[in-house]
């Protein structure tokens, strides 16, 4: 895809083609590794987390008939995964009650109107800057994740680039990456060959939240979770669906609301806090997706998984060996950072955005603050750009 250029189609209806089945599986270098991390570190039910993810695709594939993507919270994500909260442990109760509170937010900003005027109170190089710095940082951790191996990653990079629209280029890293595990793991055919369909529900999520869980997981979790997802999973993910589908635009209001109720209804199946990170868009339009279809057809692939298949969760995703995540990540983070907004539009903005994405790779809420003071300085007594 030329950066730039629009996605439109001439009618709105969700497909269910080849296209949108590849598509469908572009946002797994994030989704995955969050996934098992929240299991094995911290405990949360796996049936919990997919049906939350599971519930939330479909509704968002519906709604939006876009790609419209739905990611793990990135540093409500990080900080479980490795407790890094200054001395207070993450416990599933703390994961659940971080969720209700990002839900109450997100709801009141919407209610309030203040998600629009935070939206458009932000100049367009910090955007662009946001999406930018978010694409290399996307490139820079699947890098990592093909580090676990290096000639299984050179392997599926060469194939994914010589794939054509015939055989998709998911395809293609799907089965190297299936085979791949089968190989490496003797035991995994096994136990795939012993999987049984066994329908389970996950656990109701409040009643596992006590008053420290709750409010440790408000001070810990939620309010450092708020500045990145104002910025990839707010303001990019608006610029980037309306850039590439204004056949089917989306209004901030949309995008606040639809983060807000997401959380709110997830920890009731036990899930865990979610967005719509601009990187998810950028994995299912990078491998084919188009419209609804794509995460529709992975949440209920993911609904399936929660509700007969939740015990075996980890060995099902065995079947993504990280250095094809990390290819897949990788490929979505070009995609994202491809095309910048700012090319044209003057030195001044250049600068804003291109400060901006560089500190982006290291803090994405700080790059947002950073961003919005430089074109403040830079922009002094001019209007607006």
Known sequence: MHPGQSLSRADHAN??????WAGAFGDLGTLI?????????????????????????????????????????????????????????????????A??????????????????RLARA??????????????????????????????????????????GRRLPAMFVLLLLGAGAAVVTHPGLAADLAALRPHFSLPPFGPAHISPADLAGG?????????????????IAIHEENNRLFPDRPVTERQVAVSTGLMNLASPLVGGV???????????HVRFGARTGGAPLILGVLLLVIALFFSDSVTVIFALFPAPVLGVILALAGVQLAAGPRWIGVGYGAATVAVLTAAVALWNVAAAFGVGVTAHRIVFRGTRRH
Request: positive net charge.
């Open 122 to 163: 932000t100049p367009r190089p910090v955007v662009a800057g946001l999406i930018l710095g978010l694409g290399v940082t996307f490139v820079v951790r699947g890098v990592g994740l093909m580090a676990h191996g290096w000639w299984l990653a050179a392997g599926a990079v060469g194939l994914a680039l010589l794939s």
């Open 33 to 97: 590794p969050f996934v098992l991390a929240y299991v094995t570190l911290v405990g949360v039910d796996p049936g919990g987390i997919l049906l939350g993810f599971g519930l939330a695709l479909v509704w968002a594939g519906a709604y939006y008939r876009t790609p419209f993507p739905v990611q793990p919270m990135k540093a409500i994500g990080a900080a479980a995964a490795t407790q890094a909260t200054h001395g207070f442990v993450v416990t599933p109760g703390a994961v659940y009650g």
């Open 218 to 234: 408000v001070v810990f979790l939620a309010l450092p979770q708020i500045p990145l997802t104002l910025g990839n999973a707010f």
């Open 99 to 116: 969720g209700l509170a990002t839900g109450v937010f997100w709801v009141f900003l919407a209610a309030t109107g203040l998600a629009e």
């Open 15 to 20: 497909r269910f083609g080849y296209t949108e």
């Open 273 to 283: 806090p979610m967005c719509h990170g601009a990187g998810g868009m950028a994995g």
